[in-house]
């Protein structure tokens, strides 16, 4: 036999492997020999015998119809960026009109719970001065007021000391300290440091601790860079504010 490109290979030669080198190498060769694409079929799994062209629709179809899937899942993604990044936007305005330190914790508080589904949060501040702070804040909810020399503060320091936000599941001791209530129906967890940034140095402010009852909300492999933008916002707040 002798194709309108000419043989390459001799007759007693032809094998799978050869065939399908001599395809790959004339890739228009159905076009010159429409009358072989016609006789072609394929069987597989799901059904009856199909023309190698139908078999090569229904690949791109699927191919197409999951391209259209991981489209819509980027699109997803980026709406609920677009969400995050204008409600970080209206955090940090807000924040920058509460006049003293009770108001930036409480319009902390209420911004999260009402714009970032946070279910519980607890705020936990650490003081050089812990008892003058408690009077000064003493009626606040949601707000833990730690002394920076503290056996409590040491048990979850290690998680602060991270520098960046920590999400998963925590022994109780340390939920006891960051929640300070009962946590039975905290399912995971998002830890959030607070610093004030000095030209050598950090210095601990405090830690945000955001408790859900679902337990894929923050897995420990979440990704944490609106957490940390929160963080920031929320530590120059309190730093304007008088905390130090």
Known sequence: ????????????????QTVGDFLCRHPDFFDHNPEVL????????SGPAISLIERQVATLRERNKQLRQH???LLEIAR???????????????LIQAATLRDTIMTFIKQLSAHF?????VVSLV????????????DLPCLTILSRRSSRLRLVRGIADSGRPVCGNFSTDKMAILFNQPTSEIQST?????YRCQ????????????GSRTAERFDFGLGTTFLTHIGNIFSAALVRAGLS
Request: proline share 3%; glycine share 4%.
């Open 117 to 121: 589904d946070a279910e519980i949060i």
């Open 38 to 45: 016609e006789a072609l079929t394929l069987r597989h799994a």
């Open 190 to 194: 998002a830890v959030v440091p607070l």
């Open 71 to 73: 489209l819509q899942s």
């Open 80 to 94: 609920e960026n677009d969400r995050l990044n204008e409600n970080i936007q209206n955090l940090a305005v807000a």
């Open 1 to 16: 036999m002798k194709s309108k490109q000419g043989l390459d290979f001799a007759i007693g030669d032809i094998d799978e």
């Open 199 to 210: 030209t050598l140095s950090r210095r601990l402010l405090g830690m945000v601790a955001i």
């Open 127 to 138: 003081s050089d001065e812990p008892q003058k702070l408690k009077e000064q804040l003493h």
